[in-house]
């Protein structure tokens, strides 16, 4: 197996390729995931609590076609 | 008022990318099991044959995998996305068996999926198979805790209501774990998985036979799958009988709709094999009928009536009216909380509170539903009959004829003379699609026949959905068609190319 040596806070380590490969990507994965949930997934939360539900439910609804106030958070 | 084509568009939406999804899972579960059985062979026998068998199908079954997780991931977020009040309302008890089987039962799959793999130089032969096994349980209990969550949609068990937080929250977590409708659904889902594994096991090693390729590794493969193909074939229609069962107890309206059944037999029902359908006029122009046989399998009795549309109907609209009397209780008792009047009025008929949701689909409020709208929402309280008839006619056809092919492939087998009969070894090819085919309509059966429900009796399909943009809706769904029809062809491609390689596909230069 081949080894390949870094160190870390001045402690010198002797680490496989593979894992040392593994651990980059696990990092880069880290890192695309969390740009796409920012950029695509996070404006788009949906949030319904119990005076939607019950707006929907109970009286007469608002909501049209078109995105009601109170399903879409207020940070987009 | 929800607009009914947003419902019918996020409907779509979820339908075909799980319909989608569904092509992937059936051979994942079927051949995880034929891993282990040919991998059994390998260490029980020591026949590097058997080893090469397990490689090879295992490569097949690696790609169907990965592309399998692809689709299935986009489900899980579109119950945000898409559902996010039915989510809201049924999150507790839903998303229980669902994060279950991702941190426990996809996790160990895929971990074992890994292993598989690269584990083949570094593991003993026992330790290999230990692996092949793991990864074949992680598929069946990712699939048991799907059908825990699906189940509870058609028979909601275990939970209750809370009017504080309007949303249902879980009160007996064995009797959802347990619910006799979920573990009838899985024992038939998984054993349509099996029969679908060996009838594409079975296709392909005919197909080799025919062109006189790899004949001995063709001949082992093919035998294997022509016994646990028999056995699938003949779990999926005594499991599917159990199903049946379970719906005519907990979905009367679904059993009624399959076998065009509009009005109340004496017992015990006949069985309509085919009908002319006039769903205008609520009855059958004509049918061919079976004396006594929906009853003898429906309910197990010769005694026992089961409810025809009509008379489901009728009690539909008694339980609509009583619905109706709980939600205007819950509005009120919900503006003030100290109305004893209200609570009282809203718990003696909260148990058709759902049915009483249904007229929602025409008013906003239910105080205004005229009794033409109640009329309507009770004739949509039956899904409509004609799909849901002949989708399970396709379906339980499709069934009876595989159970023939691997009767005759399971006799031959055990003579001995398969090889040398070209009309079997071409009906098993041009078989390849027909378990694709039953099973996408034993889905369209289960889930539009809980129709026009999410939560059967509990919440209705137009009060689930999100409230986005139908622009929204049509770009997610232009996203997806593109998308995984370039899966599909990925699939094909190699799944065609590894086909024709055969077990050259082992050699280093196609790893």
């Known amino acids: ?76 | 008022m929800i607009d009914p084509s947003l419902v019918d568009l996020s409907r779509l939406q979820f339908a075909s990318t799980a319909m989608y999804h569904f092509i992937f899972v059936p051979l994942t579960l079927g051949l995880s099991w034929m891993l282990v059985i040919m991998e059994a062979a390998y260490v029980m026998s020591g026949k590097p044959i058997y080893r090469d068998m397990t490689r090879f199908w295992g490569k097949l079954y690696g790609i169907n995998f990965a592309l399998g997780v692809t689709t299935g991931i986009t489900l899980e977020f579109q119950f945000g996305t898409n559902w996010a009040y039915y989510s809201h309302y049924v999150g507790d008890i839903f998303g229980a068996p669902l994060a279950i089987e991702g941190l426990l039962a996809f996790f160990l799959e895929s971990t074992m999926v890994g292993l598989f793999f690269f584990g083949w130089p570094r593991l003993s032969k026992v330790g290999h198979l230990t692996v092949t096994t793991l990864m074949a349980l992680g598929t069946n209990l990712s699939a048991v805790l799907i059908l825990i969550a699906n189940g509870w949609m058609q028979d909601p068990v275990g939970a209750a209501f809370n009017p504080v937080t309007m949303r249902m929250e879980l009160t007996d977590f064995a009797a959802l774990i347990f619910n006799p409708v979920a573990q009838a659904k899985f024992v038939h889902t998984v054993a349509a998985g099996y029969l679908t594994g060996a009838t594409f096991v079975l296709a392909i090693s005919s197909w080799y036979l025919l062109r006189s390729q790899h004949v001995e590794f063709a001949r082992r493969s093919f035998r294997i799958a022509a016994s646990f193909g028999l056995a699938g074939a003949l779990s999926v229609i005594v499991l599917g009988d159990e199903s049946g069962y379970t719906v005519s107890e907990s979905q009367k309206s679904k059993l009624a709709a399959i076998e065009a059944m509009w009005d109340t037999e004496e017992a015990p029902a006949s069985f309509n094999l085919i009908a002319s359908i006039n769903e205008q006029e609520q009855r059958n122009d004509w049918a061919v009928r079976v004396p006594y046989a929906l009853g003898l399998i429906a309910t197990r009795s010769l005694h026992e009536q089961l409810p025809g549309i009509r008379e489901i109907r009728a009690q539909n609209r008694v339980r609509i009216e009583s619905g109706m009397v709980a939600v205007k209780a819950l509005e009120t008792w919900r503006k003030n909380p100290e109305d004893s009047e209200a609570q009282a009025r809203f718990k003696a008929h909260e148990k058709d509170m759902g049915y009483g949701l249904l007229v929602k689909r025409y008013v906003d409020d239910v105080a205004q539903a005229t009794p033409a709208i109640v009329d309507q929402a009770t004739m949509d309280s039956v899904p409509k009959v004609a799909p849901l008839f002949w989708a399970f006619r396709v379906m339980v056809g499709l069934g009876v004829a595989l159970l023939i092919l691997f009767g005759c492939a399971f006799w031959f087998s055990i003579r001995n003379t398969f090889q040398r009969k070209p009309w079997l070894l071409k009906w098993a090819f041009w078989s390849l699609p027909l378990p694709w085919l039953a099973i996408q309509s034993g889905w369209f059966v289960a889930e539009y026949g809980r129709q026009p429900w999410t939560v059967f009796g509990m919440l209705p399909t137009h009060l689930s959905v999100s409230s986005l943009s139908k622009a929204s809706l049509y770009g997610s769904m232009a996203g997806f068609l593109g998308f995984y029809t370039l899966l599909l062809v990925v699939e094909m491609f190699l799944m065609f190319k590894y086909a024709r390689l055969g077990p050259a596909a082992l050699q280093p230069q196609h790893a």
Do not use: C, N, Y
């Open chain 1, 1 to 76: 197996m081949k080894f390949t040596p870094f160190s870390v806070g001045g402690v010198r380590l002797r680490v496989s390729r593979l894992a040392w490969h593994l651990t980059w990507i696990l990092a880069l994965k880290f890192v695309l995931l969390t740009v796409l949930w920012h950029v695509f997934i996070k404006p788009e939360r949906v949030r319904i609590d119990a005076q939607a539900m019950e707006a929907r439910m109970t009286r007469p609804s608002q909501v049209s076609s078109m995105e009601s106030s109170h399903d879409r958070s207020l940070s987009r």
